[in-house]
């Protein structure tokens, strides 16, 4: 894969494109959880660029999946309608949903410019609560944005997200994010999430490589967001929360911090558990409190992965990883 | 008359009420070999922090290339030509014994970010460049084999080895190095001494050396300061110092006095 | 003015609160460099002690109050103890940040297990001393706020004086500055280090129950955001500073108090965070504090 990813890109592209035709054909609870999975792949993705690979300790990149989302359903439920003619051919609103994807990232980004600015100058704790508290003045600000819904969430967005558009940006990010960091250029990242010091004796602008690693993981977080909020058909603030964030970070972190291939894995392992848990717990009464305790056994999962196995349930290589 | 390279004015800094160094004056020119040397706490890590800008000093000013370099960070720095191995080895321990050095080679690339997302022609043909500039280097300590372990995995004689190959990867008009032969035996620094005068005529580069081992110092260096609590005693040719009272007071103590008589 | 002044007092009563959860965060900071993100979660169990042992206690009375208030300190400096010895102890060699991912983790799973063994559901706390309101020219004052102040100034007061004049302070403070060297002049820091934990978790108990005194509903979530005010107040005042800390969590708490009070009110934790980023980045040492430069 990482010798001639291009061509794993266009490969799966096309892939995502024939998933995207047969999707009616698809039993549509499956559809669902794959569609999760692929908006999750693209979370973990991202903030692994930011956690893993850079070493920045973000905590708050629920916060630019919110940018996205509404952002994203703002142009495809209030701009689009007010410059198209009534009932655009379809063509134009796919092209018109691309678009506010595009956008929502790009704002996100802007706001990842933002936090990681001036966030540069804080390590490790401090820069992790102020990526929270990022993530919460975020949320605070939608909740007062009344034409957005406010506290009471957007409803009503038009259901455009597909499979194809969700496995088309898992694989542009996969493909972005590790062509970036596997080359020359990339190589700055790794050493600046090793060793500051060093890395910038050997000329290494850390304070760039940093902020461009905000930049580019808000940028997809922001389309994740568009793409579910055009999922899920309404979002609220308080589903852009810390938890939200957490979940992000337990998956990059069972993936092993900087092993993108653990955490597409991981990604995938933790979208299926919740599925699977409640189909356990249907299977029969006595089986109940399996759903319920299910954010319990997520927090005990979270401590016996540090305690345990830090590097994450998928580092398999012997190379001398992350001294987590 | 060799152009000065680097040039520290009266350089001090202070911690607290500590004077790390003091009133320290030192000009190095193009393509010497000078060692810097003192007993432990002398402040010879510390004129090194100085001059690569990861401290700026309390009063003076330094110099590089005829450029302060007072507002400038340790990256620019090294972008300018200074770079330096550190006391406690700080290599990269996720990376390979290649990417350790390939990364110190991206200060210099000619592709950025859009060409590494792109991987056009133009983007192969500089890996393939970088692939073999890292090799190179390498191999001047032999480390070629090593390329794909684990940096950190390797011993500490070929850990320190690797620190010199990186720093050398930056392209340096001046090489810093921080006791370079810590930890080595006998036959290794030899080979030590005879590589550093390789890379200093190969690249054509200054070398300032702080060591602790006499015989490293004293056979390489063409100058050698001496610096005591941060004050610079002694300067001059090996044999100078090998002579001066107040180098081997430092080193050795007062001489006592009678007791008694 | 009147307006002004029952604000003033309002503040001052849960900035007074804020100020016992912040000298936690700040203790624990102090001995360990660390944040202890589950530290808002002893807050609350603290006080569902308070309301189990409040059950057992049938008239509300000064003694009775009191009592519950040790007990309810007494069982969450135990809390704290195992949550250090069992979650962080094992990880001191590793990276900040994995200490960190763990103590989430822990405050996931106090908060996650408090919904599934106290039920999700608010309850109403008993009112565990005898309370009156008073008029003083125009004020309500409600003696509730009274007592919160006043034992918080005790706790304070303690605190101050086990730190700086008894020998256990002492070595809490010499762990603080270099632990590898305490260690050398006979002290163990670990024992240092459980005990540090202990009196941090009391006072989040006591800041717990206080609380739950005040504003009589509990529910497994109601660490949270107390917590997170307390833990700006804690870096405001200077992570790591224990006058700091109070002072911080007196500001906070006015300020705070003040933009409920307004018309901005639904700003308020944005305020908050905003003040915290702040003072990250122009006075990241925070009011009281001092800056620790790192060794090349």
């Known amino acids: 894969m990482f010798t001639r990813p291009r061509t794993w890109f266009l490969v799966t592209l096309a892939a995502s494109a024939v998933l995207g035709y047969f999707q009616n054909q698809i039993d549509p609870y499956f559809a669902d959880v794959l569609t999760r999975i692929g908006i999750n792949i693209t979370l973990a993705v991202s903030l692994n660029l930011i956690n893993g690979h850079t070493g920045q300790f973000s905590l708050g990149h629920a916060g630019f999946m919110a940018i996205g989302a509404y952002t994203a359903a ?99 990010t996969i493909y ?8 020359t250029y990339g190589r700055g990242f790794i050493a600046t999430h090793d060793d500051e010091v060093a890395a910038e004796a050997m000329g290494i602008n850390t304070t760039r490589c940093k902020i461009v690693a905000f930049v580019i993981g808000a940028f997809f977080a922001g389309i994740a967001g568009g793409l579910y909020g055009h999922f899920t058909l309404t979002i609220n603030p308080k589903g852009f929360d810390f938890s ?34 409640r189909q356990l717990s249907g299977v029969s009464p006595s089986l109940h409190w399996i759903s319920e305790s299910r954010p319990l056994l997520y927090s005990i ?22 001294k987590v | 008359m060799s152009a000065t390279l680097l040039q520290l004015d009266h350089v001090s800094i202070r911690f607290g009420g500590l004077s790390a160094v003091s009133d320290l004056d030192l000009e190095i020119g193009d393509n010497e070999l000078v060692g810097l040397i003192g007993p432990n706490g002398a402040g010879k890590t510390t004129a090194f922090n100085l001059i690569t800008a990861v401290y700026q000093p309390t009063e003076g000013a330094i110099f590089f290339r005829g450029q302060p370099t007072k507002h400038l960070k340790p990256n620019q720095l090294t972008k300018h030509g200074i770079a330096r191995t550190f006391q406690n080895i700080r290599l990269f ?128 260096c063409q100058r ?38 | 003015m009147t307006e002004f002044l029952q604000q003033l007092i309002n ?52 003694g009775g109050g009191v009592l519950i208030m040790i007990a309810a300190m007494l069982v969450c400096a135990a809390l704290g103890i195992v949550i250090e010895r069992l979650a962080y102890r094992p990880l001191r060699d590793r990276s900040k940040l994995s200490v960190l991912i763990t103590a989430i983790g822990v405050s996931l799973l106090l908060e996650n297990a408090g919904q599934l063994v106290f039920g999700p559901n608010p309850q109403p706390f008993p009112e565990i001393f005898p309370s009156r309101t008073f ?142 980023i702040l003072i990250l980045l122009f006075r990241p040492a925070g009011l009281l504090g001092k800056l620790q430069p790192e060794k090349v």
């Open chain 1, 74 to 172: 703002a142009l495809t439920m209030f701009v689009g309608p007010t410059i198209f003619p009534a009932s655009p051919p379809q063509i134009l609103l796919l092209l018109w949903f691309m678009a506010a994807l595009f956008a929502g990232g790009v704002v996100a980004a802007a706001a990842g410019l933002l936090v990681g600015a001036p966030s540069l100058r804080l390590k490790g704790d401090y820069l992790a609560i102020v990526t929270l508290g990022f993530g919460q003045i975020i949320a605070v600000i939608f909740r007062n944005i009344e034409p957005l819904g406010g506290a009471l969430g957007l409803n009503g967005i038009p259901a455009y997200t597909n499979l194809f558009w969700v496995f088309a940006a898992a694989a542009l």
């Open chain 1, 176 to 183: 972005v994010i590790t062509a970036m960091v596997n080359s």
């Open chain 1, 244 to 277: 939200r964030s957490i979940e992000i970070v337990v998956m990059v972190i069972a993936g092993g911090m900087g092993n993108t291939v653990g955490v597409i894995l991981a990604a995938v392992l933790l979208t299926l558990l919740p599925e699977g848990l």
């Open chain 1, 301 to 322: 999962l979270l401590i016996g992965l540090m305690l345990l196995r830090p590097q994450g349930l998928f580092s398999f290589r012997r190379s001398a990883r992350v």
């Open chain 2, 93 to 220: 321990p996720s990376m390979t014994v290649f990417d350790n050095v390939r990364a110190a080679t991206q200060l210099h690339r000619a592709h950025g970010i859009r060409d590494a997302i792109w991987r056009g022609k133009s983007f192969r043909h500089g890996e393939q460049k970088v692939e073999a500039q890292v090799m190179e280097l390498l191999g001047i300590f032999g480390l070629e084999r090593y390329r794909d372990e684990p940096a950190t995995r390797l011993p500490y004689g070929e850990q320190r080895q690797l620190e010199i190959i990186r720093a050398l990867a930056t392209h340096p008009r001046l090489l810093l190095l921080d006791e370079p032969a810590a930890g080595m035996n006998p036959t290794e620094k030899v080979d030590l001494m005879r590589l550093i005068q390789f890379i200093k005529d190969k690249y054509q580069i200054s070398v300032l050396l702080v060591e602790h081992d006499m015989q490293v110092v004293m056979g390489i």
């Open chain 2, 224 to 261: 050698i300061a001496v610096l005591d609590y941060g004050i610079k005693i002694a300067e001059g040719t090996p044999a100078e110092i090998r002579a001066d009272p107040k180098v081997i007071a430092a080193y050795l103590g007062e001489e006592p006095k009678s007791v008694g008589n």
């Open chain 3, 11 to 62: 503040g001052l009563s849960v900035g007074s609160m804020y100020a016992l959860i912040a000298l936690g965060y700040t203790l624990v900071y102090g001995v360990l460099r660390f944040i202890n993100f589950a530290h808002c979660d002893v807050f609350m169990v603290g006080a569902f002690v308070g309301f189990y042992a409040g059950l057992n206690v049938h008239q509300t009375s000064w």
């Open chain 3, 135 to 276: 008029e003083v020219g125009g004020l309500v004052i409600s003696s509730k706020d009274i007592v919160v102040v006043i034992v918080t100034a005790s706790l304070l007061a303690i605190l101050q004086f086990i730190v700086l004049k008894t020998r256990i302070g002492t070595a809490m403070r010499a762990v603080s500055f270099n632990s590898q060297a305490a260690s050398l002049m006979g002290i163990n820091p670990n024992l240092i280090i459980s005990v540090t934990f202990g009196v941090g978790s009391a006072l989040a108990a006591a800041g717990g129950i206080l609380w739950a005194y005040k504003f009589p509903k509990i529910d497994p979530l109601m660490g949270i955001a107390p917590g997170l005010t307390a833990f700006i107040a804690a870096v405001i005042g200077g992570i790591g500073n224990i006058p700091g800390a109070a002072l911080g969590g007196l500001l906070i708490g006015i300020i705070e108090t003040f933009v409920k009070g307004s018309r901005y009110s639904t700003w308020t934790d944005a305020i908050s965070f905003l003040f915290l």
